[in-house]
């Protein structure tokens, strides 16, 4: 059972628009919620994280929306460059939970 | 501050053969994990330790799959014997704190088996 659904599984986004990647989960007691970026031939790094005592939380182009009641959270890339092209995982842990539980991956294209 | 080391970056074996994976976490990381993430797909758990004992090897294929964690530090992973559908990127990741902050991925190591 998918404990995190993530979708587009693939993004296009011109150079200056805006990416947009959205997660839902289904444990309550999820609480904590990190985005990871994976590039190739690397294993994926923590970009940003959220809890959800909080609705958004950014951090330069990179921004976290969390609905707590539809229990789903986002994330936004303002400004996409082709750097940023990668494979971005969300996850999700909490209570109970001795690890991350991690979505299927959306492979972000930018082009110039 | 050093990364998660892991060799080899690269294998490619026959089924049924046998296979090993080496692991380096962060200094001072007590939590382990290695996950298996197939192409196009994201990670998922195979075994956690905390410091030298398993947490969780609920996902782990026992027949084939073995692990372990001497002296707390660093780990292997084998595969005995080896099947096509093992054929992913085994990812070992350290934390601070199990399940949270300061997860750290190696690079991973790519297995092919033909």
């Not at chain 1, 959800?52 to 951090?59: I, L, R, T």
């Not at chain 2, 196009?40 to 692990?67: E, H, T």
């Not at chain 2, 780990?75 to 704190?97: F, G, M, N, R």
Request: hydrophobic share 35%; charged share 20%.
């Amino acid at each position: 059972q998918q404990q995190v659904k993530q979708s587009p599984q693939s993004l296009i986004v011109q150079k200056g628009g805006i990416s947009i990647i959205n997660c839902a989960y289904e444990n309550t007691a999820f609480d904590y919620f990190p985005w990871y970026q994976q590039f190739p031939g690397k294993g994926p790094a923590l970009l940003i994280a959220i809890r959800p005592d909080v609705s958004e939380k950014k951090e330069g182009r990179f921004t976290i929306s969390f609905n707590k009641s539809a229990k789903q959270f986002s994330l936004h890339i303002m400004d996409s460059q082709p750097g940023d092209s990668a494979t971005y995982f969300c996850a999700a842990t909490g209570t109970g939970a001795n690890n991350l539980f991690f979505g299927t991956g959306t492979r972000l294209t930018v082009i110039p | 501050e050093a990364g998660v080391a892991q060799s080899p970056r690269y294998k490619i074996i026959e089924k049924r053969q046998s296979v090993a994976f080496w692991c380096n976490p962060i200094s001072g990381h007590a939590t382990l994990y290695w996950y298996q993430q197939i192409l196009g797909q994201g990670p998922k758990l195979l075994i956690q330790f905390q410091n030298n004992g398993v947490v969780d090897d609920s996902q782990l294929p026992k027949d084939r799959f073995s692990a372990e964690r001497l002296k707390g530090v660093d780990s292997t992973l084998k595969i005995q014997p080896a099947k096509l559908e093992d054929s992913a990127v085994y990812l070992c990741a350290s934390s601070l704190e199990a399940g949270r902050y300061g997860y750290t991925f190696g690079s991973g190591t790519r297995l092919t088996v033909v």
